[in-house]
C-alpha cells in the first residue's frame, strides 16, 4: 500500500509527546495525543478544545479526519463535537480536538492521553452544475427511514 507523506511540526514544548502512530497493521487512524500542561477535568456536558501539540501539512487532494477513539466513547461517553472534524491540505495551525463528555462523571485528560484518531484521506474537488430537473432514482426524495429498519422491504 502506497503511504502519503505528510510534514509535521511539533508546537514548542511538545516535543516529548510521542508523534501520530498506527496501533496496528491494519488501523486507517493515526492516534492522536493530549498536548496539556496539566490535567483537565471535562465535566459532563461540557466541550473543550484540547490541543495535539502538533501542526500538519497535508497535500492537496487530501484531507485530516479527526475521528472519537471506539474506546473511549464506549468506556467513558467521551466523544467529539464534530465528527469528523476536518483538517484542510491549506491549514497550518496546530490540530485540536473538541471533546464533549456525553457521561454522568467527569474525566481527567491527562497529557499524553490518547484522545482521538487522524485519518487522511482523498477529497475530489467538485464543480455544481445547475439544471431544470434531477435523472430519476429509485429512492428520489425519499428523505430518513424511507428505505425500512435494515431488514428488508416492510
Known amino acids: 500500500m502506497k503511504s502519503v507523506e505528510i510534514h ?49 501539512a497535508i497535500p492537496a487532494g487530501y484531507e485530516g479526519q479527526v475521528r472519537p477513539r471506539s474506546g ?3 468506556r467513558h461517553s467521551i466523544g467529539l463535537v464534530n465528527s469528523p472534524g476536518t483538517v484542510d491540505s491549506d491549514y497550518r495551525g496546530e490540530v485540536g480536538v473538541l471533546l ?15 484522545i482521538a484518531q487522524l485519518a487522511v484521506a482523498r477529497v475530489e474537488k467538485v464543480e455544481f452544475v445547475e439544471v431544470r430537473e434531477l435523472e430519476s432514482s429509485r429512492r428520489n426524495d425519499g428523505g430518513f427511514g424511507s428505505t425500512g429498519r435494515g431488514r428488508g422491504k416492510e
Not at 464533549?100 to 490518547?114: A, L, S, Y
Open 8 to 56: 509535521l511540526l511539533r508546537s514548542p514544548g511538545s516535543e516529548d509527546l510521542p508523534l501520530p502512530e498506527y496501533q496496528t497493521p491494519g488501523s486507517s487512524g493515526l492516534d492522536l495525543h493530549a498536548a496539556v500542561k496539566e490535567p483537565v477535568a471535562l465535566k459532563p456536558g461540557e466541550v473543550r478544545q484540547i490541543p495535539t501539540g502538533i501542526r500538519v
Open 72 to 74: 473511549l466513547a464506549l
Open 100 to 114: 464533549i463528555n456525553f457521561g454522568k462523571e467527569p474525566f481527567v485528560i491527562r497529557r499524553g492521553d490518547r
